[in-house]
């Protein structure tokens, strides 16, 4: 893969797909500027190296044109932290926006408007694709939350670079730290699952059954399998259509030779509240009328242990109902734990927006080896897919390299 390390923008127009898709608040205040930031090591290279920018981005779902979703909160901002002016252009085809990117100067940059205010970016279009494209002479995708979807901004548009289509450094760094743990991961590898459903994280638990040795499944879809085991499970969240599955992934387990970690003890609710009662059971025995909303004592010591003594951990997903004070000791201890196997050395890579969420509550995310920026996207990749937004990328760069070398030969 060619990395933008190793290309020189001088002079060059860069169009870079980011994802400033950032929570705001109802007086349209960035509540959290992490994206934002994240995508300036791949801004700032092509503006030192003498290239112009043009950055696009989706913001929200919006249908059509709805000035609540529109980019212009971030142009302050994103002004702010990269000490200069930022042109923002409010049509995405028109003359005007033409105009002012045909006259843009090195060390410019402009962000042109919501792309999602057009339907044609959501639906692959080719016609939109060729009008983006004429934008700019490089294109850069450093959107890895959004390169799961077929979309024209990540997709489409990436032919009509032909050669001069890149990775971003975040997205480069994803697809590299996504790697470690698919296909270099020290043993032990321990992958903590966790979060309300099996069915949103079935794939993704099939595929690292084939490269893990301990398998820890916590949240409201180890009920599921407690079920499945013959389990009573009370009134805790439940998918009755994915017993059969659950049970299939135990035989699984057994066959391959993974351990398999589950609940055994469990902080049970009379309600899904943090004002209900609570008490402590085995996770197998809940009585009606109570449902299952954390990992008891026993278990958070049990999963604590595993991965203190595991060189390799992949968390996704919280052990129980985190938002709500009573429900979260599962999901701290959790966090507790891989922070301290990552100092002791080692390789951590959380992701979903909960497990971030709740890494970031305890302050925890600098003690992590590394903190995906896709939800989505993340398990997608973990699953094995080929990603659009990767692959049509990866492509375009295997073309040129075989290119290169049978014409190599041929010289
Ligand atoms: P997911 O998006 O599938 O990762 O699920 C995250 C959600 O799962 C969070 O909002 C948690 O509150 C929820 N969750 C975790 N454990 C439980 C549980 N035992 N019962 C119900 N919901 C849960």
Redesign the pocket.
Known sequence: MVSIKDVNFKGKKVLIRVDFNVPLNHNRQIMDDTRIRESLPTIMKVLNDGGTVILMSHLGRPNGYEPDYSLTPIVPLLSKLLGRNVIFTRDLFGPKTYEVCGKMKPGEVALLENLRFYPEEEAGDEKFAQDLAKLADIYINDAFATSHRKHTSVATIVKYFGDNAYFGLLLENEIQNLDKVLYEAEPPFTAII????VS?KIGVIKNLLNKVDNMIIG??MAFTFIKALGGKVGD??IEDDKIDLARSIIQEVMLKGVNLYLPTDAVIANGFSNEADTQTVSADSIPDGWM??DIGPKTRRRFAEIITHSQTILWN??M????MENFRQGTKSIAIAVASATISGSFSLVG?G?SVAAINQYNLADQMSYVSTGGGAMLEYLEGKELPGIAAIRKKNTETAKTTKSNKKKA
């Open positions: 966790g979060g309300a459903k949103t949240g409201g805790s969240i299952g909303l997903g919280p129980g109902v985190f938002e979903g909960d």
